[in-house]
Every structure is written in structure tokens, then in C-alpha cells.
């Protein structure tokens, strides 16, 4: 049976904007990953079948219950833990009970659950909340746990169908761990969003949102991936054979006018010799004969031209970056950054020394000092001790991508960062990026999410000075799958030092890394008592 169904479904904001134009899609039972480009209205359609947004035309049917993670959770920060799960009413009852102060509403508010505090400590245990009370304030919690505790408030609801829009995000590798056990242990439908490779390795079906539709592929993320490329391999060698074969249908017509002009060369040298009426039936007849020759070959090359754009039509066209950044380049032998005695303002002492061009990975739970760590190293806090040599040009990639101003151009903001390029050196550099010159002219505001990415990664390796070390913090949160592509294809023609805090598993490897820092287990050495 279906989970989800949309009929005719489309949705304009109240700007004009159109996002789905006449979608019709049944989504299947069983666990489905949505994937698709930034901008394509994936968290738009999640919203729409949770009701949080109702459609400009269309309907959705379904279960009668959608349980339903946004990708920005936001909670009041002086709610209780009860109240997030929608338990506080019944645990107060219980415990009015408990103190002999029960009325007759407490006993009907609780019901049969007289166990629920051990069914929500369990419940906990399972999204690795067990350290939380039920009393415990949202405000006090960090941004992962506030992620598991509404993942548990859903699981503890137990809808009929159960939609997640990036659920990893912000997640520690523990934390997304966790998640994805949550997952497999879900025995409903689940609809997702996902850039987070892992989890997208658990679902039953890919749903891919491409040109105004959903096409759906059987199988996890690594299947359709597999079937993709077969199926654009055999795309490009359809390709290759329709221009083999218009290239063979306009030779041939090319041939066939050759024929023609001979042949009436030859029929005017003989008409001299016949009288005119049977010159003038010979005329007419090779023109008709002429034009059905050369009709008939037009026709095959417009035909053939035809199934070429047809082939072309089912190749895609999703580029990546290719950029060779020479002048990033760091000689192995530099020293890049270099430590002296630092500790972090969190207390925990740590020892960086880079050379040459390494990639690092800089990894550990939330909480560990990540970005505590590339903040003090970016001078933005002072340590508690020690210091920081940092001895070539660096840039830094935030998590929100706050490079440019929404109100400027594209174009002025790399320019801001690299003003000594010319503007035709910048257009060039930036077409490099898929950013094209429509795109460079345009305020940074009205971007979609994968062209300001984009536009921030620009900025970054176009800036002058060159950056020799680049650091990246958490880069793929809030980007789709291409762009994650796209950000590994580009990081392929950095040459100089890279530092990335991420708990992406599939950016690490792809990264190619020289080695890893991990600040929790760094934190657990630091943490052991001295042998006496």
C-alpha cells in the first residue's frame, strides 16, 4: 500500500515563485530517501505532505497521522523534556498520585500507563538521552540532543507515516549512529531528505525530484548511484550514435546534392540536341525526381538530428567544478601551522603542526572543541595558554556560509575579497563554479542554497592573497548531494593545506585525508588520572 499520494500538487510562495508545478506522486511504503538538487522543493513538498503548508492547487491523501522533523527545529527554551515528548500532563498526574494528592481528571489523564516513567527512560536510553531528567529545561541542552529528543517525542507518538528533512545535521558521528539505528528500528513508512550518504544506505526506495517530477529507483543510495551510471553510459553511447548517424545522413545528402548537380549539368548539355518539348518533360520529370531525392534525404537528417537531441535530452547535464589553483600551491617542506603549549578556552591542551600540503581531518562529538579549536586558530578567541603560529594565508569556511552580503552582487563580492583581479579574470573564474554571468549579476540574497555555496567556496579560493590553508567547518551541512559532489570536485584542485571538521564519513574518505585529529579521544587521554 502507499504511505503518501499528491494529486496535481503545486505550491507558489506569495512572491510569484513558483516551486511544484502539477506534481502527481505515490509515494511507496517502506523507507524513502528524497534526494534532488537545492531548489528543487524538497523541503517544501515535506512540508506540505506534515500540513505544515497548504498547496496552491492539488491534495494530498494518506494515514491520518504524519509525524514530522523539520530541518530547523525550534523549541521554546524553557520547556521541560515532558513537555517535548507530550508526556507532562500524565507524569505530573502520576506524581500527585504518588504523593496520595490524586483527584479523579489525574487518574483519567494517566490511564493505564502507570509505567510511563520507565517507558520514557527507556525511550531516552535508546536516542542516548538517558542523562536527562524529564524536569530538564530544552535550554539547556545542546543542538544534537535537542535533535534525538524530538526524534524520540515522534517515535514515542508512533505515527502512521514519519517524514525527516536532513535529520543529520548538527549530529556528531555517536549521535548520527543512534539516528540511524532509530531508522532501521521503524517499522512504518518514513519519507526523508538526506545529503548524509550513510543514512540514505538504509532506505528501501531512492525518490529523485528532477524537472517538475519524481522518478523512483529501487533499492538504497549506493544502488541508485550504480544505476545511474549505467544508465548514462548507455546515454552517452546513444549519443554517440545519433551524431554518428546524422553525421552519416547529412554526408549522404551532402552526396546525393552532388549527384543532382551532375546530373543536371548533364541534362542541360543534351537539351540542346532534342526539341523543346521533350527537353522541357525531361526537365520537369528530373525536377521532381531531384526533389524527392533531396527531400528524402533532408527528411532522414532531420530525423536524425531529432533522435540526437533526444539522446542528448537523456544525458545529464550536472557539472562539477573544475578549477586548477595553482597559486594555492604549498611546498611539502613549509610549515603551514605550527603549536606552541596551547590549550583551548574548553581547558583541553592540543599539539598542531601542519606541513605542506596535508589534508587533516578534525573530528570528535559535539562539544569536543571543533570549532573552538579553528577559532582559536583563526585568532577570532584567545587561547588559556599558549599560542598559534599561523604562517601562510588561510581562508575559513563558516557552517552558515556568512561570506557575502545579501544586498551585494555575486560579482562585487568576490570582488571585495580579490581586488586586484580584473572583472573579465573574475567572470572567467567564476563560470569555473557554474556560476554564469546572469547568475554573478544577481544580489547574493536571491541565490538558492547550492549557488551561494558555490559563490562562498569562490570567494574563498579566488581571494588574495591565495589561500595556502583552507578550513572548513561542518562544509556539507544544509547542502544537497550535488553540491557536496561539486565541493569534493573543486577541493580536487586545491593544493594547499585543508583542515575540515566534519562528521560526514563519505567527505572524509573522498577527501583523500593524511591523517586525523580527533579532539574526543584527545579530550578522554587528558581526562585519565597519572599512574602514581
Given at each position: 500500500m502507499p504511505s503518501l499520494v499528491c494529486s496535481h500538487l503545486s505550491f507558489s510562495w506569495p512572491s510569484g515563485e513558483s516551486v511544484l508545478d502539477d506534481l502527481s506522486v505515490t509515494f511507496p511504503a517502506g523507507r524513502t530517501g528524497l534526494v534532488g538538487r537545492n531548489g528543487v522543493g524538497k523541503t517544501t513538498l515535506l512540508r506540505i505532505l506534515a500540513g505544515e503548508l497548504t498547496p496552491s492547487a492539488g491534495t494530498v491523501s494518506g494515514p491520518d497521522t504524519v509525524g514530522f522533523l523539520p530541518q530547523q527545529i525550534v523549541l521554546e527554551e524553557d520547556r521541560t523534556v515532558a513537555g517535548v515528548l507530550g508526556v507532562e500532563a500524565a507524569v505530573e498526574a502520576l506524581h500527585r498520585i504518588d504523593a496520595g494528592a490524586g483527584q479523579p481528571a489525574d487518574f483519567e489523564v494517566l490511564g493505564d500507563r502507570w509505567d510511563i516513567e520507565e517507558r520514557l527512560a527507556a525511550a531516552l536510553g535508546e536516542f542516548g538521552l538517558s542523562e536527562l531528567t524529564l524536569e530538564r529545561r530544552i535550554g539547556t541542552l545542546s543542538g544534537g540532543q535537542v535533535i534525538l529528543l524530538a526524534l524520540a517525542s515522534l517515535f514515542l507518538a508512533q505515527p502512521d507515516v514519519l517524514i525527516l528533512d536532513?535529520?543529520?545535521?548538527?549530529?556528531?558521528?555517536?549521535?548520527r549512529g543512534l539516528l540511524y539505528q532509530a531508522v532501521q528500528r521503524w517499522?512504518?513508512?518514513?519519507?526523508?531528505?538526506?545529503?548524509?550518504?550513510?543514512l540514505l544506505d538504509l532506505v528501501d526506495y531512492i525518490g529523485e525530484m528532477r524537472d517538475g517530477a519524481i522518478r523512483f529507483f529501487g533499492g538504497n543510495f549506493t544502488a541508485y548511484t550504480a544505476a545511474l551510471e549505467?544508465?548514462?553510459?548507455?546515454?552517452?553511447?546513444?549519443?554517440?550514435s545519433a551524431e554518428a548517424d546524422l553525421h552519416r545522413q547529412q554526408r549522404e545528402l551532402a552526396e546525393a546534392r552532388i549527384k543532382l548537380d551532375r546530373r543536371q549539368r548533364f541534362a542541360r548539355s543534351q537539351a540542346e540536341n532534342v526539341p523543346k518539348i521533350i527537353?522541357?518533360?525531361?526537365?520537369?520529370?528530373?525536377?521532381?525526381?531531384?526533389?524527392?531525392?533531396?527531400?528524402?534525404?533532408?527528411?532522414?537528417?532531420a530525423e536524425a538530428r531529432q533522435h540526437l537531441e533526444a539522446a542528448e535530452e537523456r544525458l545529464r547535464d550536472d557539472d562539477v567544478i573544475r578549477v586548477d589553483l595553482a597559486s594555492t600551491r604549498v611546498p611539502r617542506s613549509r610549515d603551514v601551522v605550527v603549536t606552541s603549549d596551547l590549550v583551548l578556552r574548553n581547558g583541553l591542551a592540543v599539539s598542531l603542526h601542519v606541513r605542506g600540503p596535508e589534508r587533516i581531518g578534525l573530528v570528535g562529538p559535539n562539544g569536543s572543541g571543533k570549532t573552538t579549536l579553528i577559532d582559536t586558530l583563526t585568532g577570532r578567541i584567545e587561547p588559556l595558554g599558549g599560542r598559534v603560529d599561523l604562517r601562510v594565508p588561510f581562508r575559513l569556511l563558516p557552517q552558515r556560509l556568512q561570506l557575502l552580503s545579501d544586498d551585494e552582487t555575486v560579482l562585487a563580492g568576490v570582488a571585495r575579497h580579490a581586488p586586484g583581479a580584473d572583472t573579465n579574470t573574475l567572470r572567467a573564474q567564476l563560470a569555473r563554479f557554474l556560476?554564469?554571468?546572469?547568475?554573478?549579476?544577481?544580489?547574493?540574497?536571491?541565490?538558492?542554497?547550492?549557488?551561494r555555496?558555490?559563490?562562498?567556496?569562490?570567494?574563498?579560493?579566488?581571494?588574495?592573497?591565495a589561500?595556502?590553508?583552507?578550513?572548513?567547518?561542518?562544509?556539507?551541512?544544509?547542502?544537497?548531494l550535488d553540491s557536496v559532489r561539486q565541493l569534493t570536485a573543486a577541493l580536487?584542485?586545491?593544493?594547499?593545506?585543508?583542515?575540515?571538521?566534519?562528521?560526514?564519513?563519505?567527505?572524509?574518505?573522498?577527501?583523500?585525508?593524511?591523517?586525523?585529529?580527533?579532539?574526543g579521544e584527545l579530550a578522554e587521554e587528558q581526562a585519565e588520572p597519572a599512574e602514581e
Open positions: 536532513e535529520p543529520t545535521n548538527n549530529l556528531d558521528r555517536g549521535a517499522r512504518g513508512p518514513v519519507v526523508m531528505v538526506s545529503h548524509d550518504r550513510e549505467v544508465e548514462q553510459e548507455a546515454a552517452a553511447r546513444g549519443v554517440r527537353a522541357g518533360a525531361k526537365k520537369r520529370a528530373a525536377e521532381v525526381s531531384a526533389g524527392k531525392l533531396r527531400g528524402g534525404h533532408q527528411a532522414d537528417v556560476l554564469n554571468a546572469a547568475t554573478v549579476a544577481r544580489p547574493v540574497g536571491s541565490l538558492s542554497g547550492g549557488e555555496f558555490r559563490a562562498s567556496l569562490a570567494t574563498l579560493l579566488l581571494a588574495e592573497p589561500p595556502q590553508l583552507l578550513i572548513l567547518d561542518e562544509p556539507t551541512n544544509n547542502l544537497d580536487g584542485g586545491y593544493q594547499g593545506a585543508l583542515l575540515v571538521a566534519s562528521h560526514d564519513e563519505q567527505l572524509l574518505g573522498d577527501l583523500a585525508l593524511d591523517r586525523r585529529l580527533d579532539l
